[in-house]
């Protein structure tokens, strides 16, 4: 079954700190990759998104993943992080097949302090 | 983007009763839903995938019989938590995907229905 691991569960840096958060998933077909960012309270926004072209994807508020596919990693990074980073942030895969399930990683929990 | 509601945001009930959260798209039609639980300090686990007419698909572990998904139209979307006890007490998501996100798999999230069993 397919999954995908986050290995750092609680990070804490302190502001202007560059940020590199990993994610490694096991299936071996063609996959769509996401990270999404949870705010204290808040729902789950989409923070950038890999489908295919160019591995090094930008997405809002400064973030960046590159998507290294023999390594099977999608890592997020920042390279000046903020006090309004301080979230939880999930990686997410899916298989290109019928169903598109999303699978999440256990979440990466980021506090970021002044 | 794409906006997707959940009804209601906080539910407590007594135990043994049963609890619907509806997940509604705003503004696209959804022609998949997916149901997710997420337990505190965890990640999201998916509970099954609904399509509009037709039966959804659990995940393993999941009992349907205990947890009723209707999708009836192409906007909505419902959970039932059936006979409810406090093991069940979870953050319920909803997700939606759209016809534009049928070869990306890119969802929609719901603001989550946080039900407490008591």
């Known amino acids: 079954a397919q999954s995908v691991s986050q290995h750092n569960h609680h990070v804490i840096l302190s502001e202007a700190a560059s940020l590199e958060l990993g994610c490694n998933y096991s299936?071996?077909?063609?996959?769509?990759l996401f990270w999404y960012v949870q705010y204290p309270g808040q729902h789950l926004q989409l923070l950038l998104k890999?489908?295919?072209?160019?591995?090094l994807v930008k997405g809002i508020k400064g973030f960046e993943a590159e998507f290294i596919k023999s390594k099977f990693s999608f890592n997020l990074r920042k390279p000046s992080v903020q006090w309004s980073d301080t979230a939880e942030y999930f990686c997410?895969?899916?298989?290109?097949?019928?169903?598109?399930?999303?699978?999440f990683g256990s979440g990466t929990r980021l506090l970021v302090r002044p | 983007g794409a906006v997707v509601s959940q009804h209601p945001s906080w539910v407590i009930c007594k135990s043994g009763t049963s609890v619907k959260i509806e997940c509604r798209s705003l503004d696209f039609q959804a022609t998949t839903m997916f149901w997710y639980r997420q337990f505190p300090k965890q990640s999201l686990m998916l509970m099954a995938t609904?399509?509009?007419?037709?039966?959804?698909?659990?995940e393993q572990g999941v009992e349907k019989d205990k947890f009723l998904i209707n999708h009836a139209s192409l906007t909505l979307s419902t959970l039932t938590v059936t006979s409810a006890h406090p093991e069940d007490s979870s953050f319920y998501i909803c997700?939606?995907?759209?016809?534009?996100?049928?070869?990306?798999?890119?969802?929609?999230f719901g603001e989550g229905s946080r039900l407490t069993v008591l």
């Open positions: 997410a895969v899916n298989e290109m097949d019928s169903s598109y399930k999303l699978i």
């Open positions: 997700s939606a995907r759209g016809l534009a996100g049928v070869h990306t798999g890119e969802l929609f």
């Open positions: 609904s399509n509009e007419g037709s039966k959804a698909t659990y």
């Open positions: 890999y489908f295919s072209g160019d591995p």
């Open positions: 299936y071996g077909g063609t996959v769509n």
